[in-house]
C-alpha cells in the first residue's frame, strides 16, 4: 500500500497556527508557541515566515479564497429559500472556521494594513450579496419587501451573520454555537416579508431551533 506523502511543513505550520488562534486569540499566540506545539524550531518556522504577520495575511488569504467564491454563488442563478438556507449555512461554516478573524478583528484592524483594507472590501461584497439575495426573492414573488426597503434589510442581515457567532462566543465561551440558530436569526430578519415556500421554511426553522 502506497504511503501518503506528508504534509508540507508550511502547511502545517497554517493548520497549526488556525488553531491555537481559534482557540486561544490570535494576541495571545506568538509564533514561539506555534513552534512548540508543532515541536520544531522557532529557526524552522521563521524558514517559511519570518513574523506572525505573515502567518495571518497567509490565513486571511485562505479564508478571502473560500468567502469570495461562496459570495459570487447566489448572483449566478434564481434562488429560491431552500437555495438561501444552504448559502447562509455554508457562510456560517466559513465563519467559524477562520473564527479568530472576527474575534479579534479590532485588534486585527489597528495593525494589519491587509486585514483592514481586504476585511472591509468582504463586508461590502456581503452587503451586495444580500441585496441581491433580496432582491432575488423578491422577483420571485415570495419576499414582499419594496425596493426601498431592501438596502436596510440587507444590511442587518449582514450585521447578524458576520458577528453572530462571535456574539454566541461571549454567550457560551466554551460550547460550539449550533449554524442553524444563525441562519436562522438571519431569516427571522426577512420573516414580516416572506411568504409562501419561504415563509413555511422560517417556521420549520423556528420549530427546530428555536422552540426545541
Not at 524550531?41 to 467564491?69: C, M, Q, R, T
Not at 442587518?156 to 460550539?176: C, D, K, Q, Y
Not at 436569526?185 to 413555511?200: D, I, K, N
Request: hydrophobic content about 40%; overall charge neutral.
Amino acid at each position: 500500500m502506497e504511503k501518503k506523502p506528508k504534509r508540507r511543513t508550511r502547511e502545517r505550520i497554517l493548520e497549526t497556527a488556525l488553531k491555537l488562534f481559534n482557540d486561544f486569540g490570535e494576541p495571545n499566540v506568538t509564533t514561539t508557541v506555534i513552534a512548540d506545539d508543532m515541536d520544531i524550531s522557532p529557526g524552522n518556522l521563521y524558514y517559511h515566515f519570518h513574523s506572525k504577520d505573515e502567518i495571518v495575511n497567509a490565513l486571511f488569504a485562505d479564508y478571502e479564497k473560500d468567502i469570495e467564491n461562496l459570495l459570487t454563488a447566489p448572483g449566478n442563478r434564481p434562488q429560491g429559500a431552500e437555495d438561501i438556507w444552504l448559502f447562509l449555512h455554508l457562510l456560517f461554516e466559513t465563519i467559524w472556521k477562520f473564527r479568530f478573524f472576527y474575534r479579534d478583528i479590532n485588534d486585527l484592524l489597528t495593525r494589519n494594513r491587509l486585514v483592514e483594507t481586504h476585511f472591509q472590501r468582504i463586508l461590502i461584497h456581503k452587503e451586495q450579496t444580500a441585496i441581491t439575495v433580496c432582491q432575488g426573492l423578491a422577483a420571485s414573488g415570495v419576499l414582499t419587501a419594496t425596493p426601498a426597503e431592501i438596502p436596510p434589510l440587507a444590511i442587518n442581515m449582514t450585521v447578524i451573520a458576520t458577528f453572530w457567532l462571535s456574539f454566541e462566543h461571549a454567550r457560551r465561551p466554551r460550547g460550539e454555537p449550533d449554524i442553524g440558530r444563525g441562519v436562522y436569526q438571519v431569516m427571522s430578519l426577512a420573516a414580516p416579508y416572506l411568504q409562501g415556500e419561504a415563509r413555511r421554511l422560517l417556521e420549520k426553522l423556528s420549530n427546530a431551533y428555536i422552540n426545541k
